[in-house]
């Protein structure tokens, strides 16, 4: 697996609208371990992140954290260090309300062909009281489910008994495990990034909303179940 250590800036003037940070190139993973938004206006600036998922939507970018957005003081700047993944033409947004916005990025960037795959997945349910499969591990794989957030999405509605459930396809019927159950209110986020979760090939990441839409986002790492000598 190649891999190549970078880094990446961007300035902008652009207000109201989403601006394009970084477009993960064709045939490539980046894993951006820091990034950093510093806000050069005189006043304070709202701003949100945003990711787009090329593989389930090639148009629509959903917030990374709080879709309300975070403030940021002028001459001040805030980060994430949450590891976010990007695959191929997945994509890094923000949106602004001031101008003079300056963004710096330190990433890993990977050919995809390498056995150790890093995954995203940034989706949005429209179903309700049903479950829906946001992930299930490949046939001769294993992974790791590294962050997690779900946004209620719904605008007005808060949502109750909402379940995020590994589970495991060895048994019959499948077994499974509550990662995350209650109530999520309209326009809030329930996540978890400071805990990992080892899927089996066939076992599944769902989802239970009662109310719709709901967006997901995960990042995963997958690597190939390694061969043991003699067997």
């Known amino acids: 697996m ?14 109201g609208s989403k601006i394009d940070f970084f477009t993960c190139p064709a045939g ?18 709202a701003q949100t992140t945003y990711l787009l998922d090329h593989s389930n939507d090639t148009s629509n970018s959903y917030a990374l ?3 309300d957005g975070y403030t940021i003081p002028s ?3 805030t980060s994430w260090t949450t590891p976010i993944v990007l ?6 947004k923000f949106q602004n309300d001031q101008d003079s916005q300056f963004y710096y990025g330190s990433y890993v960037l990977m050919d995809n062909a390498g056995n150790t795959r890093f995954k995203h997945i940034t989706k949005k349910i429209t179903s309700e009281d049903a479950y829906s499969t946001i992930y299930t591990c490949p046939t001769g794989s294993r992974a790791i ?8 999405a719904h605008g007005s509605n808060n ?7 590994y589970v495991d396809a ?60 003699g067997q």
């Open 170 to 229: 060895s048994t019959d019927p499948d077994t499974f495990v509550y990662l995350s159950f209650g109530t999520i209110n309209s326009s809030a986020i329930a996540y978890d990034g400071s805990r990992t979760y080892n899927f089996n090939a066939g076992d599944s990441l769902q989802i239970y909303n009662t109310e719709q839409p709901f967006i997901i986002t995960a990042f995963f790492m997958e690597m190939p179940v390694p061969s043991i000598r």
């Open 75 to 77: 001459g001040s700047n």
């Open 159 to 165: 949502a109750t008994g909402n379940i995020l459930a």
């Open 2 to 15: 190649a891999i190549e250590y970078k880094s990446h800036i961007r300035t902008s003037s652009a207000t």
């Open 28 to 45: 490539k993973t980046a894993v951006f371990k820091t990034i950093i938004m510093y806000n050069n206006d005189t006043n304070n600036n």
């Open 145 to 152: 489910l590294k962050y997690w957030q779900i946004t209620n």
């Open 65 to 67: 954290g709080d879709p």
């Open 87 to 92: 695959e191929e033409n997945d994509m890094i």
